[in-house]
């Protein structure tokens, strides 16, 4: 499935947080790492055009969130480790310049970053990285999003989903999801909505 590991990873590089955490050189190998993980974990659903990931409830993605940080800061703390081998000044110059760096992009997107793990239904099922090919029709992946919402009632679980696109807010309210909880974020907003099983 490497077509849906592209696209996810595709969508997943453009998504403001992951610009934000992860710097262009990692970005695309570690979010690749943990779609990867999330795919041979049995979390990928396709309709043959569109492509998501879907945790069920309980389940935790092989690389969540703070995993892809911590890759990334280890690839960082390396890159310094050597540096600091090598010539000891540039080492911890560059460490100190890294971390105040870190610190001031991090700082005003914390709160939106931090929003899911808050506000997320303890037991819900998390949907993630809903992606189409660029060129396919607005809303082809609808059918698809409601397929994985028709397993869900059938499931009885609780679905939850961030999005940074108030435009997408409207859609997801049309398919049932509501709104918990809202920050704002260097980028915008980011907004986390839930949606109840049908046979609630």
């Given at each position: 499935?490497?077509w849906a ?47 998501a990931l ?147």
């Amino acid at each position: 499935m490497c077509w849906a590991t592209r696209l996810l990873v595709d969508r997943l590089s453009a998504s403001p947080g992951w610009r934000l955490v992860l710097p262009p050189g990692l970005r695309r190998p570690v979010l690749g790492a943990h779609v990867r993980g999330c795919l041979a974990g049995g979390q990928g659903w396709t309709d043959g055009r569109a492509v998501a990931l879907l945790e069920p409830p309980g389940a935790r993605s092989p690389s969540g969130g703070s995993g892809l940080v911590a890759g990334a800061s280890l690839a960082a703390v390396g890159v310094v480790a050597a540096l600091g081998c090598w010539v000891p000044w540039a080492g911890t110059a560059l460490g100190i310049l890294a971390a105040a760096l870190a610190l001031a992009r991090w700082w005003p997107a914390f709160p939106a970053l931090r929003l899911a793990r808050r506000s997320r239904p303890a037991g819900s099922a998390w949907l993630h990285g809903l992606a189409k090919p660029a060129g396919d029709p607005h809303r082809s992946a609808s059918p698809l999003l409601e397929g994985l919402l028709g397993l869900a009632d059938a499931s009885g679980w609780v679905v939850a989903l961030e999005t940074d696109h108030r435009a997408l807010v409207a859609r997801y309210a049309e398919m049932g999801f509501q709104e918990l909880a809202t920050a704002r974020a260097p980028w915008g907003e980011r907004v986390v909505m839930a949606r109840q099983p049908a046979s609630a």
